[in-house]
């Protein structure tokens, strides 16, 4: 690995003073002159015809600036399919449908000129269940597409299948076979900060959207189209991001809202800002797909795995977001976690009356990896080998191909695994402590690490900007949302480019300002970007190095004039500036300029502001220096109908273990121990790595044993954290043993790999392993909540039948 | 211009420094509404539950603030769940009270919310309530009237309901200090640690060396209201507390609590909880570490 001046170290976070101090800039402290305040008038119903609608209450009560429906305003079509339109006409498909909003002057008199609106319904037949979703006589939730073409049934057309070797084969060649149903549930991303936006128009019909979203540019691209809609072609939308609260997935969509506050800024002719309550975050905003998953798989009796075949169905809701291509990414643990060889892979998605559901942290990869390992457990168990040691024998390793075509360029799985091993105590604890209750738990993940390509370009562009003063101004069109992206692009900068972290200023994420970017999705974002900046570092430097080269030597001998000044009699060493200089032999390192083997004098040195402020004040050949650089990983889009494709440019490996005790009264789940060790490719900045590791660790704590979206009839019965709960500082009381491993991959910034949602990936499996080894349940559907424990060992304890 | 839509007024709000104040208030506006800490009262008004003309904050009256040590203890309505645990003497006297105080929502609720809304907003899961049922508090209610006393038990109507009139408030709580051979114990289940109770169980033993010579069980969350569980405390009275006396009181449980099923967990867990509790509960008090 390459020695490192500021890779690795813990610098300080450049967002952590302020928002500690509560200086950072939300969504919810921003306003603007003469702004109004939106808000939505959601269905009550979640499947009817809209009979009527009167607004003429709302439109009278003092303080309303405007209030619109859909039959008043131009149709803006959105969502990944464009089935789903910012303000609905004539019909519902889900509880949370917009039928109508309302711009005011303070968010008081918006909510009560909401109460005013009535809306008359007629009830329609509506589909819950994805199961009778798929049956020939269910309502269709849609009965066109969005081109207005007749559908016969509530299969989404997105189709994500995979075929690979020979299934009999695989199955004849198992000498033990496990199999099962899983279910993963709904589940809120919980944000701290909720969603919101501002919509400005200026006078020339140009938006300027401030935006919670991952995905500036390609929202720019879905705000132009609605602005053609509204008659306003040829105009721009501009994205400014705040600060955000956290994202995990929310970000990877326009909302309907934010189109509702584009209509309200245009009707009025003012900013509009739209602000979810958390009750309204919860009931309003889409939640975490679910899953359910149906796997076999089988192992010849020494363990090793012989095939594998995962069919999913995923609960869509009435609406498409992106969350539709979670199965490009349920494929990667499908056909490459451990070593397989004959696998099946189908994932049909369908339409329900449900809230639409979008993604989250780890997309589908969770949701897979769930049934895998849990089975892995069964296949152990048949065979005699303790768990670990059949994962150890399946275990990925550098050089592999994977069925998928997934090129494994390192891995440090095994290393992770022998981690967990030794600090769980796993040889003296695994199957040993039923009597105390306690049981100890591994499973382990794979993940891009090199970004996803889901979308034809999957690059990002990074512009270095270097002033006066030696300050330099980093743009990047990805956002930072609590993950640590500035903290690892900082150093990533000032070490690619020879600066002091403290010289390193990123940028607000601004489409105005910034270059395009696919999004910060699939761990990608330090990835792309630091890979962008030492690219445009190396640019700078060059330019830099062309100015020093003529500008290097009389800088210096004005410095060794002035120091001969101070120093009477001093004699300069024997050192041709001019030649070294003529030679091209420059370094530059914590923002000064030097000569390769020149002698260590103090005026042979030359501070990059006095460099930089040389080359911009001579003359009419003045020179700033502005570099770009586009990074586009080496990976291919794969083939969905075939489900083939090297996505990433690396892969990201990792296990966690955890020590539980379980109270079998209660079913309550204590958690003694946890171990997550990654394969990170190189650590760029450790802070903000533990917290992503033990972020995500957390996250995955609450979707393996607490959190679930609880719905009746599509309406959301739990909208507020007092009844849908997350771990709190009781729940993660417990010592961690976070361990990277550097595997220094190729593509990787520094050798670095993607690390943003591995921390959620393996924690429920390695949670549900521990709790079965301490009082020998199983539970399949997530979350296994007290409640399903004590159920479970009452099953357990009560003889068949009775 | 046609009719004119009326906002509707925020509720006025009013701050008494003392009860004679704020029975004024309430003779103008009988309809408005008492808040202490405000830790229901505002969450509930959010949710749109009810429209007061009026709050009539209790907070700057001091004399609702008041703790009394003695023989029977006085404990203000008005004193929050952290003064109450941060009281020493008071602590020593009725562990029971701080290990159920210590369960009440977070740091910051508990600093906002007292001991007299917490038992004024009538909910089945009230944490204060199962502890203060089993050391047989007696409400003191307060009108312009004068005072009564009854005791809690009689206090809690049903859910959101209690024994108080019109005009009247719950001033404060009388808890007799208990005798040196009783013991009590609170336990609470939630889904998380900071979490309304799925089940709560508080439990007053007197025990003449091995024998329980009284048991007094209070229950939250298992029925319309908080509520003492008599056949509870029959099966347990009179007792060594062995094993197959546990067996029983786990069982009486089971029967005599009316648990509901909703979003946060079912009748069944619930009423598995009850059992479950119960027995911890006596085997905690009957430890040899805690005698």
């Known amino acids: 690995m390459r020695d490192t001046t500021w890779i690795g170290r813990d610098l300080p976070r450049p967002d952590a003073a302020d928002k500690v101090a509560g200086r950072a800039a939300y969504i919810h402290d921003l306003s603007r002159p003469g702004m109004l305040w939106g808000k939505v008038k959601f269905s009550e119903h979640a499947s009817a015809r809209i009979v009527h609608i009167d607004t003429s209450r709302a439109r009278r009560l003092p303080g309303v600036r405007a209030v619109i429906t859909g039959d008043d305003t131009p149709e803006i079509r959105i969502g990944f399919l464009r089935d789903n339109v910012a303000l609905k006409r004539g019909r519902v498909r889900q509880q949370r449908d917009e039928i109508a909003a309302v711009a005011a002057i303070d968010p008081d008199v918006a909510a009560e000129a909401i109460e005013l609106i009535r809306v008359e319904y007629e009830p329609l037949p509506a589909v819950f269940d994805p199961e009778q979703a798929l049956h020939p006589d269910a309502p269709l939730v849609h009965d066109r597409d969005a081109s207005g073409r007749p559908v016969t049934s509530n299969l989404l057309p997105v189709s994500v299948r995979h075929v690979s070797g020979d299934l009999a084969a695989g199955e004849r060649a198992a000498r033990y076979v496990a199999e099962g149903e899983f279910s993963t549930p709904l589940i809120q991303q919980s944000c701290l900060g909720t969603a919101g936006c501002i919509a400005e128009f200026d006078l020339r019909g140009n938006l300027t959207l401030?935006?919670?979203?991952?995905?500036?540019?390609?929202?720019?691209?879905?705000?132009?189209?609605?602005?053609?809609?509204?008659?306003?072609?040829?105009?721009?939308?501009?994205?400014?991001?705040?600060?955000?609260?956290?994202?995990?997935?929310?970000?990877?969509?326009?909302?309907?809202?934010?189109?509702?506050?584009?209509?309200?800024?245009?009707?009025?002719?003012?900013?509009?800002?739209?602000?979810?309550?958390?009750?309204?975050?919860?009931?309003?905003?889409?939640?975490?797909?679910?899953?359910?998953?149906?796997?076999?798989?089988?192992?010849?009796?020494?363990?090793?795995?012989?095939?594998?075949?995962?069919?999913?169905?995923?609960?869509?809701?009435?609406?498409?977001?992106?969350?539709?291509?979670?199965?490009?990414?349920?494929?990667?643990?499908?056909?490459?976690?451990?070593?397989?060889?004959?696998?099946?892979?189908?994932?049909?998605?369908?339409?329900?009356?449900?809230?639409?559901?979008?993604?989250?942290?780890?997309?589908?990869?969770?949701?897979?990896?769930?049934?895998?390992?849990?089975?892995?457990?069964?296949?152990?168990?048949?065979?005699?080998?303790?768990?670990?040691?059949?994962?150890?024998?399946?275990?990925?390793?550098?050089?592999?191909?994977?069925?998928?075509?997934?090129?494994?360029?390192?891995?440090?799985?095994?290393?992770?695994?022998?981690?967990?091993?030794?600090?769980?105590?796993?040889?003296?604890?695994?199957?040993?402590?039923?009597?105390?209750?306690?049981?100890?738990?591994?499973?382990?993940?794979?993940?891009?690490?090199?970004?996803?390509?889901?979308?034809?370009?999957?690059?990002?562009?990074?512009?270095?900007?270097?002033?006066?003063?030696?300050?330099?101004?980093?743009?990047?069109?990805?956002?930072?949302?609590?993950?640590?992206?500035?903290?690892?692009?900082?150093?990533?900068?000032?070490?690619?480019?020879?600066?002091?972290?403290?010289?390193?200023?990123?940028?607000?994420?601004?489409?105005?300002?910034?270059?395009?970017?696919?999004?910060?999705?699939?761990?990608?974002?330090?990835?792309?970007?630091?890979?962008?900046?030492?690219?445009?570092?190396?640019?700078?430097?060059?330019?830099?190095?062309?100015?020093?080269?003529?500008?290097?030597?009389?800088?210096?001998?004005?410095?060794?004039?002035?120091?001969?000044?101070?120093?009477?009699?001093?004699?300069?060493?024997?050192?041709?500036?001019?030649?070294?200089?003529?030679?091209?032999?420059?370094?530059?390192?914590?923002?000064?300029?030097?000569?390769?083997?020149?002698?260590?004098?103090?005026?042979?040195?030359?501070?990059?502001?006095?460099?930089?402020?040389?080359?911009?004040?001579?003359?009419?050949?003045?020179?700033?220096?502005?570099?770009?650089?586009?990074?586009?990983?080496?990976?291919?889009?794969?083939?969905?109908?075939?489900?083939?494709?090297?996505?990433?440019?690396?892969?990201?490996?990792?296990?966690?273990?955890?020590?539980?005790?379980?109270?079998?009264?209660?079913?309550?789940?204590?958690?003694?121990?946890?171990?997550?060790?990654?394969?990170?490719?190189?650590?760029?900045?450790?802070?903000?790595?533990?917290?992503?590791?033990?972020?995500?660790?957390?996250?995955?704590?609450?979707?393996?044993?607490?959190?679930?979206?609880?719905?009746?009839?599509?309406?959301?019965?739990?909208?507020?954290?007092?009844?849908?709960?997350?771990?709190?500082?009781?729940?993660?009381?417990?010592?961690?043993?976070?361990?990277?491993?550097?595997?220094?991959?190729?593509?990787?910034?520094?050798?670095?790999?993607?690390?943003?949602?591995?921390?959620?990936?393996?924690?429920?499996?390695?949670?549900?392993?521990?709790?079965?080894?301490?009082?020998?349940?199983?539970?399949?559907?997530?979350?296994?909540?007290?409640?399903?424990?004590?159920?479970?060992?009452?099953?357990?304890?009560?003889?068949?039948?009775? | 211009m046609s009719e004119e839509v009326r906002m509707p007024a925020s509720p006025e709000y009013h701050r008494p420094r003392s009860l004679e104040e704020a029975w004024r208030l309430l003779e103008a506006q009988p309809d408005a509404r008492l808040v202490a800490g405000g830790t229901d009262v505002l969450v509930r008004l959010r949710e749109g539950r009810y429209h007061p003309p009026a709050l009539v904050s209790l907070r700057r009256v001091e004399s609702l603030r008041r703790i009394e040590p003695g023989r029977a203890w006085t404990i203000g309505a008005g004193v929050s769940v952290a003064e109450l645990l941060e009281h020493r003497e008071l602590a020593a006297v009725f562990p029971v009270l701080v290990e159920a105080g210590r369960r009440l929502g977070s740091a910051q609720i508990r600093s906002a919310a007292t001991v007299g809304g917490n038992l004024c907003n009538a909910s089945p899961c009230a944490d204060l309530a199962p502890p203060l049922l089993v050391l047989e508090a007696r409400a003191l209610i307060a009108s312009a009237a004068g005072e009564r006393e009854v005791p809690l038990s009689e206090f809690f109507l049903g859910p959101r309901r209690t024994a108080l009139g019109p005009g009247e408030l719950l001033s404060a709580l009388r808890v007799e200090a208990p005798p040196a051979g009783a013991r009590a114990t609170f336990l609470k289940q939630g889904r998380v640690r900071m979490d309304i109770a799925l089940a709560s169980v508080a439990v007053r033993l007197e025990l003449e060396g091995a024998r329980c010579v009284e048991a007094r069980v209070a229950a939250g969350s298992l029925a319309p209201t908080p509520t003492r569980l008599g056949e509870v405390e029959a099966s347990l009275a009179g007792t060594e507390l062995d094993e197959a006396t546990l067996a029983r009181a786990r069982a009486a449980a089971e029967r005599e609590v009316r648990p509901i099923t909703d979003v946060r967990a079912s009748a069944d867990y619930r009423r598995h909880l009850a059992g479950a509790l119960v027995v911890r509960a006596v085997r905690a008090l009957t430890r040899p570490e805690a005698r």
């Open chain 1, 210 to 802: 401030w935006a919670k979203t991952q995905i500036p540019f390609l929202a720019q691209r879905d705000f132009v189209k609605a602005l053609e809609a509204m008659g306003l072609e040829g105009r721009n939308a501009r994205v400014i991001v705040p600060a955000l609260g956290g994202a995990f997935g929310t970000g990877l969509d326009t909302h309907c809202y934010e189109y509702i506050a584009m209509l309200l800024a245009h009707r009025t002719g003012r900013p509009v800002k739209m602000l979810y309550t958390r009750e309204e975050e919860f009931a309003f905003l889409s939640p975490r797909q679910s899953a359910r998953t149906r796997i076999v798989q089988g192992c010849d009796a020494e363990g090793r795995l012989t095939f594998r075949r995962i069919d999913v169905l995923q609960d869509n809701g009435a609406y498409t977001s992106w969350g539709a291509t979670y199965p490009t990414v349920m494929l990667i643990p499908a056909t490459s976690l451990y070593k397989v060889a004959n696998v099946w892979f189908d994932a049909r998605i369908v339409y329900t009356n449900n809230t639409y559901a979008q993604a989250m942290r780890g997309y589908g990869n969770p949701e897979v990896t769930w049934p895998i390992e849990r089975t892995l457990d069964d296949l152990a168990r048949q065979a005699g080998i303790d768990p670990l040691e059949l994962r150890l024998r399946n275990v990925n390793e550098p050089g592999e191909t994977t069925p998928m075509g997934l090129e494994v360029t390192t891995c440090g799985l095994r290393e992770c695994f022998d981690f967990a091993r030794e600090k769980l105590d796993w040889a003296k604890k695994r199957g040993q402590q039923r009597g105390a209750r306690r049981g100890v738990g591994v499973a382990a993940l794979v993940h891009v690490g090199g970004s996803g390509r889901i979308y034809r370009s999957d690059g990002g562009g990074v512009i270095l900007k270097l002033d006066d003063f030696g300050n330099v101004n980093v743009s990047y069109g990805g956002v930072e949302m609590g993950q640590g992206l500035h903290a690892a692009l900082t150093s990533a900068v000032a070490e690619a480019l020879g600066v002091t972290p403290e010289r390193v200023h990123v940028n607000p994420t601004d489409t105005a300002t910034c270059p395009w970017d696919v999004g910060t999705h699939a761990s990608r974002g330090a990835f792309i970007a630091c890979n962008a900046a030492i690219r445009a570092a190396a640019k700078a430097r060059t330019k830099l190095f062309a100015l020093a080269a003529e500008l290097f030597a009389p800088e210096v001998a004005r410095n060794l004039e002035a120091h001969q000044r101070r120093n009477p009699g001093y004699e300069p060493p024997n050192f041709d500036v001019g030649a070294a200089c003529a030679a091209g032999r420059f370094q530059l390192a914590s923002g000064v300029v030097t000569l390769e083997g020149a002698p260590a004098e103090p005026w042979l040195r030359l501070e990059l502001a006095r460099l930089l402020r040389a080359g911009h004040f001579r003359g009419v050949a003045g020179q700033m220096i502005v570099e770009e650089a586009f990074y586009e990983p080496p990976s291919t889009l794969p083939d969905w109908s075939e489900g083939v494709g090297n996505m990433s440019a690396c892969y990201a490996y990792g296990v966690q273990g955890f020590e539980v005790e379980v109270d079998d009264e209660t079913g309550e789940v204590t958690i003694l121990h946890a171990v997550s060790a990654h394969d990170v490719g190189r650590v760029l900045h450790p802070q903000a790595l533990r917290g992503q590791v033990q972020g995500g660790l957390a996250q995955g704590i609450g979707y393996a044993l607490y959190e679930e979206v609880r719905t009746h009839e599509g309406r959301v019965l739990n909208p507020s954290f007092t009844d849908y709960k997350i771990p709190t500082a009781h729940e993660l009381a417990f010592p961690v043993d976070v361990h990277f491993v550097e595997t220094d991959d190729p593509a990787g910034p520094f050798g670095a790999k993607g690390v943003g949602e591995p921390g959620l990936v393996p924690t429920a499996p390695a949670l549900a392993s521990a709790i079965e080894d301490a009082v020998g349940v199983r539970i399949a559907d997530l979350p296994m909540t007290q409640e399903k424990i004590v159920r479970a060992l009452r099953e357990q304890r009560a003889p068949r039948g009775s």
